[in-house]
């Protein structure tokens, strides 16, 4: 019987989850963008949160609300193409739905960056922000990238993704 319980978090069938895909396409050279994401696309794979534990919204899709107090395990990856070298940040933003003024707030320890691009031979790269988090009910997250560039940088679609699991 336990062989069952761990097979079937293995299948994700008792956990909530959301794969969402990538919507920006926008200029990340020394400027900071939220990401946006989609999990309704046919040709993305993607899953969303059956229950209604993980919602998107907020402009574009950027926010990602926790209905369900918990830990998550959560990862969060930009690609992007550059002419140039590039080192790409992945920063998270968090609103504690607690606080007596809730709002997103930029926590620097919530952030990864990698050279993600080194010139027009080798010009696309990602970097991916790994989290394991408590969350309460109703708290938020958004994430955001840039990237520290001399030229040119902009998101891509394909491997841009995010990945939330509801830990038991």
């Known amino acids: 019987i336990a062989n069952k319980t761990y097979v079937d978090g293995i299948n994700n069938t008792q956990h909530n989850r959301l794969f969402a895909v990538g919507t920006k396409t926008d200029s990340i050279a020394n400027t900071a963008v939220y990401l946006g ?20 919204g907020g402009t574009d899709n950027t926010e990602i609300t926790f209905g369900a ?10 690609r992007a193409n550059a002419d140039n070298r590039i080192e790409l940040f992945v920063k ?26 080194r010139d027009t031979d080798q010009n696309t790269g990602g970097t991916t922000l790994s989290l394991l988090l408590s969350l309460n009910a109703n708290d938020k997250l958004r994430f955001e990238a840039e990237a520290d560039a001399d030229g040119t940088a902009v998101l ?11 830990l038991a």
């Open 37 to 56: 994401w989609e999990f309704d696309v046919a040709n993305a794979m993607s899953v969303s949160d059956s229950g209604g534990v993980i919602t998107l």
């Open 69 to 78: 107090a918990g830990d998550y395990m959560i990862d969060c990856t930009a």
């Open 92 to 117: 998270a933003e968090y609103y504690d739905s607690t606080e007596e003024t809730p709002q997103f707030r930029a926590k620097n320890r919530l952030q990864n960056s990698n050279y993600a691009a």
């Open 156 to 166: 891509l679609i394909n491997g841009t993704f995010l990945r939330i699991v509801k």
